[in-house]
């Protein structure tokens, strides 16, 4: 397809252009760029183990990603999935912290409920308030972003910090039964199967079902839609709830699936890239979980510019908004 | 030496209520003509680490002031090119701007962690020391960027509300068509009020890094670039109760630092969350009149008048 042919040289062409950008600005702060991405492709695609890490980040952008590609199907604006995402991890591990002794088979399906709701419900407060007409949901998830962590500040330097090391704020190990089980010896965990099941579903029920016409419908011409009796009000609430309880799962295997405990730093913003992917992917499954895999692998980029170039985690994050702004300046109607 | 808690906490929250006011007008002026800008917490943080930087270098806070207020020019008008130029969604290219300034800002100030500079002069002028509540303590002594906050506040009010051009920012605001259409070209105007917004969300960054804190780390701004957005939305897209509104801001912070400083058992938490709390509140309480004061064509983009 000359079409699909052409998709891939411009892409090429963006990769191209703004990997230029970043290794001049890598050469003005006195480092080798060249060295920089050669290491990174060492270290990220050359290497089982690097290559199992790209998996890991991909997780929560993954699930992040479809939490913002749901409701704009309907036309709705989630900038909220940080947010969504801490109450999500939030929630399990308050599953995790309030039943010690329980078994895995029930821990960790209760755990995977309580993330998901604890997203949804978060993401709901926005739905309510649009479906009643009161505020626009992009005003309300951004702000809410800023409060749930917070909430789990609140819990993590008071009532649920640790006392055996009380330096460091963060909640107790989670109990065995409440990790998410991990694969072949790596950090890749069983978030991953849920964030591709995330995407498969999203897939499914947009595209063959009665559900994903209505909401296509609503994101047409809400007022046709609603003329035609689809109850608009409450698939703003739905779609806005469950895209923030998949947010809630991303949060809820960072927790339960890396760090075993619940931490105030949970996020490098995994919800605002989740946005990102979701807007560049044009809500497209295949494309977020292309789009995902790149993010991931210019995260990881991070890591190499640490370790072996000596620059702060953070400069990675010109390289990530190079490439966004090459796409958002190509892409003028 | 325990300074009375309503006097701190009157200084603190003029102090913290600063960068809050210059970052709030800035994007007040940038909304007012119709564009969100999400990218505030990169200029604020560009705005910080450059002109710790360049203060740090040159020894002269005068001169990392001017670093910063030019360096927010430069991210907004990047910003400006994304969305005016290119017609780019306003929502990803601002928290494309954000995570640009998360990692300039890491990379500009990489080399200056832990540097110690002399900071922006403080002083008091001459009637407010002789009163004597103000005498016993240096609460009082502000730098530059305090004294002038209130009067930047006013002549930005002024000029929104009381120039042609002012006019004219907000005709693009409400409907570009019309004021395009009226002779004034809104892809001028919004490059103005992005390269004047652009510089006083340095302006704040630089507060904070030269004044306040007197130090860079990373990510120093800590979502005040978000609460002067929420700030923007609580004020009514107005500068003079934008100021009523970062003193409240501001408050919250002090109050924070106070009870903290005092061995408070109220968790600083839940002071942190009533930023965002309450502008959702007001909101909600305007939401019922069904009267919003944003500028009709925020968000949208302009595509000429054909």
Same mark, same amino acid.
């Given at each position: 397809m000359p079409e699909r042919a052409q998709a891939v040289a411009r892409f090429g062409a963006v990769s191209v252009l703004a990997l230029a950008v970043f290794a001049a600005v890598l050469l003005a702060a006195g480092k080798n760029p060249l060295q920089a991405y050669a290491d990174t492709f060492r270290h990220a695609l050359a290497s089982a183990y690097g290559f199992s890490e790209l998996l890991v980040r991909m997780t929560p952008l993954l699930l992040a990603a479809v939490a913002v590609a749901l409701p704009s199907r309907l036309g709705l604006i989630n900038v909220g999935g940080e947010g969504q995402l801490y109450m999500g991890a939030f929630a399990a591990a308050a599953a995790a912290l309030c039943l010690p002794g329980a078994p895995a088979w029930i821990l960790l399906p209760f755990a995977l409920l309580m993330g998901f709701l604890g997203g949804a419900l978060w993401a709901a407060i926005p739905g309510l308030l649009r479906a009643a007409g009161l505020v626009n949901e992009t005003v309300t998830t951004l702000l809410l972003n800023y409060v749930a962590p917070l909430i789990v500040g609140y819990f993590v330097f008071? $009532?649920?910090?640790?006392?055996?090391?009380?330096?460091?704020p963060q909640t107790a $190990?989670? $109990?065995?039964?409440?990790l998410l089980p991990t694969f072949f010896?790596?950090?890749?965990?069983?978030g991953l199967l849920i964030a591709l099941a995330a995407l498969a579903v999203y897939w499914l029920v947009m595209e063959k079902t009665r559900w994903g016409l209505d909401m296509r419908a609503i994101g047409g011409n809400a007022e046709a839609a609603q003329r035609l009796g689809i109850p608009v009000r409450w698939w703003i609430v739905a779609a806005l709830a469950i895209g923030g309880g998949f947010a809630g799962l991303a949060g809820m295997g960072e927790a339960?699936? @890396?760090?075993?405990r619940l931490r105030q730093?949970?996020?490098?913003?995994y919800g605002f890239t989740g946005f990102l992917i979701a807007w560049l992917a044009g809500g497209r499954p295949l494309v977020i979980l292309f789009m995902a895999f790149l993010f991931a692998i210019i995260t990881s980029a991070g890591d190499t510019l640490q370790i072996s170039?000596?620059?702060?985690?953070?400069?990675?994050n010109i390289l990530l908004a190079t490439i966004l702004f090459v796409v958002l300046a190509r892409r003028a109607r | 030496m325990t300074t009375p808690l309503l006097v701190a906490l009157l200084a603190g929250a003029i102090v913290s209520g600063t960068p809050l006011l210059y970052a709030t007008l800035g994007e007040t002026l940038v909304e007012r003509a119709g564009i969100v800008n999400l990218g505030l917490e990169g200029v604020l943080l560009v705005g910080a680490s450059v002109g710790f930087a360049v203060t740090a270098a040159s020894g002269s806070a005068w001169l990392g002031l001017g670093g910063a207020a030019l360096a927010g020019v430069v991210v907004n008008l990047l910003f400006g090119w994304l969305v005016?130029?290119?017609?780019?969604n306003q929502l990803a290219s601002g928290l494309t701007m954000m995570f640009f300034g998360f990692g300039a800002s890491a990379l500009i100030g990489a080399r200056y962690v832990g540097a110690v500079i002399g900071g922006l002069p403080k002083w008091r002028p001459s009637w407010l020391a002789d009163l004597a509540w103000v005498k016993?303590?240096? *609460?009082?002594?502000?730098?530059v960027l305090v004294w002038l906050a209130v009067p930047v506040a006013l002549a930005v009010w002024w000029t929104l509300f009381r120039t042609r051009w002012g006019l004219g920012v907000r005709a693009v605001g409400e409907n570009p068509a019309a004021a395009y259409a009226s002779g004034r070209d809104p892809a001028v105007l919004q490059y103005q009020v992005l390269a004047l917004g652009g510089l006083l969300g340095g302006l704040a960054g630089a507060e904070l890094s030269?004044? @306040?804190?007197?130090a860079w780390s990373e990510?120093?701004?800590?979502?005040r670039g978000f609460i002067a957005i929420a700030l923007v939305i609580f004020s009514k897209w107005n500068p003079l109760r934008a100021i009523a509104g970062a003193l409240l801001f501001g408050g919250a912070e002090a109050l924070e630092l106070q009870l903290e400083a005092r061995g408070s058992? @109220?968790?600083?938490f839940l002071l942190q969350m009533s930023p965002y709390l309450l502008t959702i509140l007001v909101l909600l309480a305007w939401g019922g009149a069904r009267r *919003?004061?944003?500028?009709?064509?925020?968000?949208r983009t302009f595509y000429g008048s054909s």
């Open positions: 008071g $009532p649920w910090r640790t006392a055996e090391n009380s330096a460091y $190990p989670f $109990p065995q039964a409440a010896g790596t950090r890749v965990h069983a339960m699936g @890396i760090a075993g730093s949970l996020s490098p913003g170039q000596g620059l702060p985690y953070a400069v990675v | 005016v130029a290119r017609k780019a016993a303590t240096t *609460l009082f002594d502000y730098d030269l004044s @306040i804190a007197m990510y120093m701004t800590a979502g058992l @109220i968790s600083p *919003l004061a944003a500028p009709a064509s925020l968000g």
